[in-house]
């Protein structure tokens, strides 16, 4: 195609995804709650507990979540890394003072308790929720032996109505330390996993692009972005799709890092970085860390990116 045709194509396109289609869906249920939109699934969070024979035990993360044709995108209990789940954010490293207190990544000695799900009133057709979750471990207890909770987790998680080639999903994460002396941090060792991670379906041709064009992932974290694409034939019936992480320019230590994996793994926007050194976590201001994912049909080159974020930066 011309590029100019294709310039004005995307412009058309992101013209009109301005324009709201449709009317999101909320179904607030004890163990789960569900987006949708019209008959289409959009994604689940999930608040009650999931494990396999009592192993892996999770909560706290999305999963399904789902393309704009319906295939499922994400991934839970994968069998070459079984502690990972939907998109999720969780850290190697939790410490009060000098005490380790469990690892959320991997699930030992922790668990998240969701002590509320409601939903948060918008303004236009989009939906979303406010979770309220107490991160626990039996390596933290109160004097009459109770696990005591160390950090209060409040996210938020919209849903924007459908455009012609894309959703637009915005997540926040505000997190409280509930104790004097909080730290968390990613793995130690040189990758430093921690953070954003989302588990998605991979097919053999992915392609992940970044503002400067196509990359190449490598063991180690790659050079920071604003953004990162993946795109490949993971729709339904082997369609083109992808999805795009946009990182906030507010979240601290903006730009991050990527960890990225071709096959059999997460994605992850690594925070803090460099991960493997522990960040202390305020007990009187929350740190707050906020996402957008565009789950689009075809490629990177197929929706407006730049200017979407553009329009996220400028968003209060």
């Known amino acids: 195609m011309n590029p100019l045709k294709r310039i004005s194509s995307i412009a058309v396109i992101f013209f009109l995804s301005q324009i709201s289609f449709g009317q999101v869906n909320l179904k607030i249920e004890s163990d789960k709650t569900y987006f949708t939109e019209g008959k289409d699934s959009v994604l689940t969070y999930q608040a009650s507990e999931k494990s396999i024979n009592g192993k892996f035990v999770r909560s706290n993360y999305i999963h399904p979540l789902y393309t704009l044709n319906g295939a499922v995108l994400t991934e839970d209990f994968p069998a070459d890394h079984l502690h ?43 939906k979303a929720i406010q979770t309220t979750v107490l991160w626990k471990s039996p390596l933290w207890k109160a004097k009459n032996g109770e696990e005591k909770a160390f950090v209060k987790e409040t996210t938020i998680i919209k849903v924007h109505p459908k455009q012609p080639q894309y959703r637009l999903i915005d997540i926040e994460i505000a997190l409280l330390a509930l104790e004097p002396n909080m730290k968390i941090g990613g793995s130690e060792d040189e990758k430093g996993y921690g953070g954003f991670s989302p588990r998605i379906k991979l097919s053999d041709d992915i392609v992940f692009a970044a503002p400067t064009g196509k ?26 799709a992808g999805l795009t992480i946009l990182c906030n320019p507010k979240n601290p230590g903006f730009p991050n890092l990527w960890i990225l994996r071709a ?7 690594v925070f803090p970085h460099p991960g493997a ?9 929350p740190t707050v860390l906020r996402y957008r994912l565009i789950i689009h049909d075809g490629d990177a080159e197929s929706i407006p990116i730049t200017e979407i974020y553009k329009n996220y930066t400028k968003k209060k």
């Not at 096959?263 to 926007?269: I, L, R, V």
């Open 84 to 126: 990972h789940r939907g998109i999720f954010w969780s850290w190697h490293q939790l410490y009060i003072g000098d005490k380790r207190i469990g690892d959320a990544w991997e699930i030992q000695n922790f668990k998240w308790e969701v002590a509320s799900v409601k939903e948060k009133k918008q303004k236009d057709n989009s």
């Open 277 to 285: 050194k522990a960040i202390p976590l305020s007990n009187k201001k």
């Open 215 to 240: 990359i190449t992932p490598t063991n180690l974290p790659i050079p920071a972005s604003e953004w990162m694409d993946i795109s490949g034939s993971i729709g339904k019936n082997g369609s083109a």
């Open 263 to 269: 096959k059999k793994s997460m994605q992850n926007a």
